[in-house]
């Protein structure tokens, strides 16, 4: 794991995870409508759920390596955060919520944890999700061929992990680990199929993503757009979220705009809808600019300690612009614990 890659685990809040595009995060902006015609810091009570559209994004960081035990940083967790899902996630408050598993127990001063897992789940390649899915990505993370020591560190000091039942996953720790539900929640540690897996060797990272989440990997360009598409079959979203079924965008596509003025200039000529990392200098101008919203969320999950040491001096909410078209749009109740932003189809 490179530099990059550990200061993303451990200091950057990651931006998507269950979002109104359908994944939750540490702490993006929801990007939302404004109804006047003003910049707004708040989603309207009074907007309407809209169908489909496209959201472009224009990302602050690379997303060349999307495989989750070595992403090639923050803003490709926010793409496979979309894809993935994992056992549970945190609330605003830290509170463990159920996702992929529904049930958990903690024995043995935390030696031992016990999941029971969502029955009725697919991959997007139709295998059904089990507890073998589950062991056989977390063998892959803990096994050094895969050389991924940063991601591995998030599962702590495990003795084993077993599947005794298509329905359960137990972990045992050679020490108590009070921390894992705090690291659960990544999108590292999201659930790969297994099919996907067998095909890959030891040691080799995945090029494309395979999960249960509310989106599809589609396609990469060859100038280096990712491409996802609603998952039809989502039906066990958090119940964080209001819509607890498929995604109401049609498309979502990342692009890697790492310039920032260029990144800025994407926002303002309309070829982005959305943008993250807003450059200090343009954040007054945009945020003045009544043609942009901005929306401010609370992160999810605790602050961590930066590479170099110290804490991150972020402020505990994040804003971010976006530009809207004809029509925007977000589902109920899927803003503010997630982050996000949604553009539906044109009116």
């Known amino acids: 794991m490179n530099g990059r890659q550990r200061w993303a685990i451990i200091s950057r809040r990651e931006l998507l995870r269950r979002s109104a595009i359908g994944a939750a995060a540490m702490g993006l902006a929801a990007c939302v409508p404004s109804t006047t015609g003003q910049a707004t810091t708040a989603p309207s009570p009074t907007l309407q759920a809209r169908r489909g559209g496209v959201l472009t994004w224009a990302q602050w960081d690379a997303n060349a390596a999307i495989d989750p035990a070595n992403p090639s940083g923050a803003a490709a967790l926010e793409v496979i955060g979309n894809v993935l899902d994992p056992l549970i996630l945190l609330d605003d408050k830290q509170n463990i919520r159920p996702l992929l598993a529904t049930k958990w127990q903690i024995d043995d001063s935390a030696k031992r944890y016990t999941f029971t897992l969502r029955d009725g789940v697919k991959f997007h390649d139709g295998t059904a999700f089990d507890s073998t899915a589950v062991k056989k990505n977390w063998d892959r993370i803990l096994d050094p061929k895969t050389k991924a020591p940063g991601v591995a560190a998030l599962l702590g000091d495990i003795a084993a992990i077993s599947a005794p039942d298509p329905r359960t996953v137990v972990l045992t720790f050679k020490t108590?680990?009070?921390?894992?539900?705090?690291?659960?929640?990544?999108?590292?540690?999201?659930?790969?199929?297994?099919?996907?897996?067998?095909?890959?060797?030891?040691?080799?990272?995945?090029?494309?993503?395979?999960?249960?989440?509310?989106?599809?990997?589609?396609?990469?360009?060859?100038?280096?757009?990712?491409?996802?598409?609603?998952?039809?079959?989502?039906?066990?979203?958090?119940?964080?979220?209001?819509?607890?079924?498929?995604?109401?965008?049609?498309?979502?596509?990342?692009?890697?705009?790492?310039?920032?003025?260029?990144?800025?200039?994407?926002?303002?000529?309309?070829?982005?809808?959305?943008?993250?990392?807003?450059?200090?200098?343009?954040?007054?101008?945009?945020?003045?600019?009544?043609?942009?919203?901005?929306?401010?969320?609370?992160?999810?999950?605790?602050?961590?300690?930066?590479?170099?040491?110290?804490?991150?001096?972020?402020?505990?909410?994040?804003?971010?612009?976006?530009?809207?078209?004809?029509?925007?749009?977000?589902?109920?109740?899927?803003?503010?614990?997630?982050?996000?932003?949604?553009?539906?189809?044109?009116?």
Request: aromatic share 8%; no cysteine; net charge positive.
């Open 176 to 347: 108590s680990n009070y921390s894992l539900p705090y690291q659960l929640w990544r999108p590292y540690l999201g659930i790969l199929s297994p099919k996907l897996l067998d095909a890959t060797k030891a040691g080799e990272n995945v090029t494309t993503l395979v999960g249960t989440g509310p989106f599809v990997w589609n396609s990469r360009s060859a100038d280096g757009v990712i491409s996802l598409k609603p998952n039809a079959d989502y039906a066990w979203a958090s119940d964080l979220f209001a819509n607890q079924k498929s995604p109401y965008l049609d498309e979502v596509r990342f692009r890697a705009v790492t310039d920032l003025g260029t990144r800025t200039a994407t926002l303002e000529s309309g070829e982005s809808l959305l943008i993250d990392e807003i450059p200090e200098a343009d954040y007054a101008r945009l945020k003045a600019d009544s043609r942009f919203s901005f929306v401010e969320t609370v992160r999810r999950g605790p602050r961590r300690a930066s590479g170099a040491g110290s804490m991150s001096s972020r402020p505990a909410t994040r804003s971010i612009p976006r530009r809207p078209s004809r029509s925007w749009t977000m589902p109920a109740g899927r803003s503010a614990p997630a982050g996000s932003a949604r553009r539906p189809a044109r009116s």
